[in-house]
């Protein structure tokens, strides 16, 4: 009798914990609710024990009792499970009905045309406004609009070789494919023209199909859109840079005028052709820098350089032309600047000449100045000022936008002050303007000074940049190039397709007392290198072009070091890409092609 009294006692405790636990209100969960189960268990137990304590005097009596208590608790506990699962049930499917209302309303609402269909009769399951709009029908008599749709001529992806009888029908064979994913092809639907795709899935337990529908014209019309505007930064890009060749002539041979002892009113006309080809360039870099900006290639070359001999050659280039309209030409710099500033140092000659240029323009008399001071917050402000017919006020917050030109005068492509606004942005400032009308403008912008020193140059390198081009000078004394009157032979070859660029550049090298040989393509390049190598007369350095015909620069540079890895030269020599083409790409295509510069023209 004691074992039957132990198991009934066994069972009341069990189910008095469980009926505490299970008391508990859904969202309580977790070790609050064990340790309120445990204590309520625990108490239950202690009474109970003495009730069978007084109760232990008569077992006939004690037993039933027990049975009865276990009965009803058990009773209580199964009605509690009951209704919680029945709760969480009806919790669950109200989360379940909203979810698929959301769904539905997503569906419906989403902008690419799509309707689920049966796998086995091609019942409609779900459909969207979008697919309706585009096939102008209804749900009702879908299927039978989608019998009527044929492809467009040539545009039919799939089954090809077989006879084509319509979208339809090409959606049933799909249905006895193995392949889960197809792209029918492009459908004629009146003045539309579709993109179908097909994917099978499970929707609820049935085999199913969803189809998509996109405007292709639309697609069409973008893709064709970018495809013209790509074509015609191209054009802009390449005619840019085919004008800056003959520049680069006039540009080098009026510095080697200008060196010359010319008469006074023959050095005068020089100095004019040397500024105003200089301007030329200016406004050529200008429709080049728009390419890269709308191509998002964009670049500024960081690097130290003397901030005042900036300033004062930028003066330089519109001295002559103020002289001769009696304006005044004023340079201020505050002594407290640092010689050296790290910045982009032809983008900031890019943007100062760009202003004065405008100041010069819209200036009758009076004066021009430029000036450079030092801000409490270590950076640079530079500020160019004129007594000019000044800006309109409403106009003063559209003057940096594209094609913004002043409306009292029409010089000017309208590019100049977007595309200085956009340097001063990415050397890390913002250029503002103020301006009275009738009493004349003020541009300025302030810079970062840059981090480090000229002895402390801090290293950006990574393994995937690109090298910088090299747009100033290089001493060739450097590569071991002897001058011409200590070497009997040439150690220099010119490249280059253009006449008057091997001229010039023959000049620049003759003046200065270097031998050199010329060749007009790559292939009459390398084979130059051979003979000479055959001599005894290597040459130590080769100028390369990079864009001639016949072979270019870059497969002739890749050339010379086969020969020299295959032991056919005695020396490799080191070649110096030259090209009026500044891109990224073409920068790298240069250094992967062996060569150890990249220089640009002019």
Not at 114 to 119: G, I, K, N, P, Y
């Given at each position: 009798?004691?074992?039957?009294?132990?198991?009934?006692?066994?069972s009341?405790?069990?189910?008095?914990?469980?009926?505490?636990?299970?008391?508990?209100p859904?969202?309580?969960?977790?070790?609050?609710?064990k340790?309120s189960?445990?204590i309520?268990a625990?108490?239950?137990?202690?009474?109970?024990?003495?009730?069978?304590?007084?109760?232990?005097?008569?077992?006939?009596?004690?037993v039933p009792?027990?049975?009865?208590?276990?009965?009803?608790?058990?009773?209580?506990?199964?009605?509690?499970?009951?209704n919680?699962?029945?709760?969480?049930?009806?919790?669950?499917?109200?989360k379940i009905?909203?979810?698929?209302?959301?769904?539905?309303?997503?569906?419906?609402?989403?902008?690419?045309?799509?309707?689920?269909l049966s796998?086995?009769?091609f019942?409609?399951?779900?459909?969207?406004?979008?697919i309706?709009?585009?096939?102008?029908?209804?749900?009702?008599n879908?299927?039978r609009?989608?019998?009527?749709?044929?492809y467009?001529?040539?545009?039919r992806?799939?089954?090809q070789?077989?006879e084509?009888?319509?979208?339809?029908?090409?959606?049933?064979?799909c249905?006895?494919s193995n392949e889960d994913?197809?792209?029918?092809?492009?459908?004629?639907?009146?003045?539309?023209?579709?993109e179908?795709?097909?994917?099978?899935?499970?929707?609820?337990?049935?085999?199913s199909l969803l189809i998509?529908?996109?405007?292709?014209?639309?697609?069409?019309a973008?893709e064709?859109?970018?495809?013209?505007n790509?074509?015609?930064n191209?054009?802009?890009?390449?005619?840019s840079?085919?004008?800056?060749?003959?520049?680069?002539?006039?540009?080098?041979m009026?510095?080697?005028?200008?060196?010359e002892?010319l008469?006074?009113?023959?050095?005068?006309?020089v100095?004019i052709?040397?500024?105003?080809?200089?301007?030329?360039?200016?406004?050529?870099?200008?429709?080049?820098?728009?390419?890269?900006?709308?191509?998002n290639?964009?670049r500024?070359?960081?690097?130290?350089?003397?901030i005042r001999?900036?300033l004062?050659?930028?003066l330089k280039?519109?001295?002559?032309?103020?002289?001769?309209?009696?304006?005044?030409?004023?340079?201020?710099?505050?002594?407290?600047?640092?010689?050296?500033?790290?910045?982009?140092y032809?983008?900031l000659?890019?943007?100062?000449?760009?202003?004065?240029?405008?100041?010069l323009?819209?200036?009758?008399?009076g004066?021009?100045?430029l000036?450079?001071?030092?801000?409490p917050?270590?950076?640079?402000?530079?500020?160019?000022k004129?007594?000019?017919?000044?800006i309109?006020?409403?106009?003063?917050n559209?003057i940096?936008?594209?094609?913004?030109?002043?409306?009292?005068r029409?010089?000017?492509?309208?590019?100049?002050?977007?595309?200085?606004?956009?340097?001063?942005?990415?050397?890390?400032?913002?250029?503002?303007?103020?301006?009275?009308?009738?009493?004349?403008?003020?541009?300025?912008?302030?810079?970062p000074m840059?981090?480090?020193?000229?002895?402390?140059?801090?290293?950006?390198?990574?393994?995937?940049?690109v090298?910088e081009?090299?747009?100033?000078y290089?001493?060739?004394?450097?590569?071991?190039?002897?001058?011409?009157?200590?070497?009997?032979y040439?150690?220099?070859?010119i490249v280059?397709?253009?006449?008057?660029?091997r001229?010039i550049m023959?000049?620049?090298?003759g003046?200065n007392?270097?031998?050199y040989?010329?060749?007009?393509n790559?292939?009459v390049?390398?084979?130059l290198?051979?003979?000479?190598?055959k001599k005894g007369?290597?040459?130590?350095?080769?100028?390369m072009d990079?864009s001639m015909?016949?072979m270019?620069g870059?497969?002739?540079?890749?050339?010379?070091?086969?020969?020299?890895?295959?032991?056919?030269?005695?020396?490799?020599?080191?070649v110096?890409?030259?090209?009026a083409?500044?891109?990224?790409?073409?920068?790298?295509?240069s250094y992967?092609?062996?060569?150890?510069?990249?220089?640009i023209?002019?």
């Amino acid at each position: 009798m004691s074992g039957q009294i132990l198991c009934a006692t066994t069972s009341l405790c069990s189910g008095a914990g469980c009926l505490h636990l299970f008391a508990q209100p859904p969202d309580q969960a977790g070790a609050n609710t064990k340790i309120s189960a445990a204590i309520g268990a625990k108490f239950l137990v202690l009474w109970f024990w003495d009730l069978v304590s007084e109760l232990s005097s008569s077992e006939e009596t004690l037993v039933p009792f027990i049975i009865i208590v276990a009965s009803v608790v058990g009773v209580v506990v199964n009605n509690k499970l009951y209704n919680d699962l029945e709760t969480e049930k009806a919790s669950n499917y109200q989360k379940i009905k909203q979810t698929k209302r959301k769904l539905s309303v997503v569906i419906k609402n989403f902008p690419t045309g799509m309707m689920v269909l049966s796998a086995s009769d091609f019942s409609v399951k779900i459909v969207n406004e979008r697919i309706l709009e585009l096939l102008e029908c209804t749900q009702e008599n879908l299927l039978r609009t989608l019998e009527t749709l044929q492809y467009s001529p040539n545009r039919r992806f799939l089954y090809q070789e077989e006879e084509n009888q319509g979208l339809f029908c090409d959606i049933k064979k799909c249905v006895l494919s193995n392949e889960d994913e197809f792209k029918l092809g492009l459908v004629s639907f009146k003045n539309l023209l579709l993109e179908v795709n097909l994917k099978k899935i499970r929707w609820g337990n049935e085999d199913s199909l969803l189809i998509t529908a996109n405007d292709a014209e639309r697609i069409l019309a973008l893709e064709k859109s970018e495809t013209q505007n790509e074509c015609k930064n191209s054009l802009l890009r390449s005619v840019s840079h085919e004008m800056r060749t003959p520049i680069y002539a006039i540009i080098s041979m009026a510095n080697q005028l200008q060196e010359e002892q010319l008469p006074a009113k023959s050095a005068e006309k020089v100095s004019i052709l040397g500024v105003s080809s200089q301007l030329l360039l200016l406004l050529v870099n200008d429709l080049l820098d728009y390419s890269k900006i709308i191509a998002n290639l964009f670049r500024v070359n960081l690097s130290h350089f003397d901030i005042r001999s900036l300033l004062e050659n930028t003066l330089k280039i519109i001295q002559i032309q103020a002289k001769k309209k009696n304006i005044r030409v004023l340079l201020r710099i505050d002594p407290l600047l640092p010689e050296t500033l790290y910045s982009d140092y032809s983008r900031l000659e890019q943007v100062i000449t760009n202003i004065l240029n405008n100041a010069l323009k819209f200036t009758v008399k009076g004066f021009i100045e430029l000036s450079a001071n030092l801000t409490p917050l270590n950076k640079i402000k530079i500020c160019i000022k004129d007594t000019g017919i000044g800006i309109p006020e409403e106009r003063q917050n559209t003057i940096f936008g594209m094609f913004s030109t002043n409306e009292f005068r029409s010089e000017g492509c309208g590019l100049g002050l977007h595309i200085t606004s956009h340097i001063v942005e990415n050397l890390g400032g913002t250029i503002e303007v103020k301006s009275e009308l009738g009493k004349g403008s003020e541009f300025f912008f302030e810079l970062p000074m840059g981090e480090g020193t000229v002895e402390e140059i801090p290293d950006t390198s990574s393994e995937d940049s690109v090298p910088e081009e090299i747009s100033g000078y290089i001493d060739l004394k450097h590569f071991g190039v002897s001058l011409g009157q200590r070497t009997h032979y040439s150690e220099i070859l010119i490249v280059d397709d253009n006449e008057f660029n091997r001229i010039i550049m023959g000049q620049i090298l003759g003046n200065n007392g270097y031998r050199y040989l010329e060749a007009f393509n790559g292939q009459v390049a390398v084979e130059l290198v051979i003979n000479q190598s055959k001599k005894g007369q290597d040459f130590k350095v080769v100028i390369m072009d990079c864009s001639m015909p016949v072979m270019d620069g870059w497969e002739a540079t890749k050339r010379i070091y086969e020969l020299y890895s295959s032991k056919e030269l005695n020396r490799l020599p080191y070649v110096i890409g030259c090209s009026a083409y500044s891109n990224e790409e073409e920068i790298k295509t240069s250094y992967e092609s062996g060569m150890l510069l990249h220089l640009i023209k002019p």
